[in-house]
């Protein structure tokens, strides 16, 4: 296993047109149709820097071929755990969250799928949580 550590964010995930872009996450929910813009290329050099070229899960790199993705580690539209729960939304206020994106092949990635278990189910959040100006916390201020 290789030690990961992330550098800043794209400038893409940073400015102002993101933060319109949370709004409007907020509004929508899973509805949202998320999407880097022309940026998606930006986000995923900068993840293949960081990573080294490898996927966050076996470390294959793209010299075999392998595709490298960008990866919600928490799903964005809906997880897989909790079906018994009505509004089965994903962790779709973190879908630009720089410290919620990973990077893997394409086979992990398929395979992870939209399951994010964790130890307790009761413990799971399942709306953003917001400080007390109503601004989004991400991962970070968590
Ligand atoms: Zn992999």
Redesign the pocket.
């Given at each position: 296993m290789i030690k990961i550590k992330k550098g800043k964010a794209p400038d893409f995930l940073l400015g102002k047109t993101i933060k319109n872009r949370i709004k409007k996450v907020l509004k929508e929910k899973n509805k949202h149709n998320f999407s880097y813009d022309n940026k998606k290329k930006e986000v995923r050099n900068k993840l293949k820097k960081d990573f080294k070229n490898k996927?966050?899960?076996?470390?294959?790199d793209e010299v075999g071929g392998?595709e490298l993705q960008i990866e919600h580690f928490r799903p964005k539209k809906a997880v897989k755990e909790c079906k018994k729960n009505k509004e089965n939304f994903g962790y779709y206020w973190l879908a630009y969250d720089w410290d919620n994106l990973l990077l893997?092949?394409?086979?992990?990635?398929k395979k992870k799928g939209t399951s994010f278990p964790i130890e307790n189910e009761k413990d799971r959040i399942h709306k953003p949580v917001l400080d007390e100006k109503g601004n989004l916390k991400m991962i970070k201020n968590l």
């Open positions: 996927c966050c899960y076996c470390e294959r392998v893997s092949c394409s086979t992990c990635n």
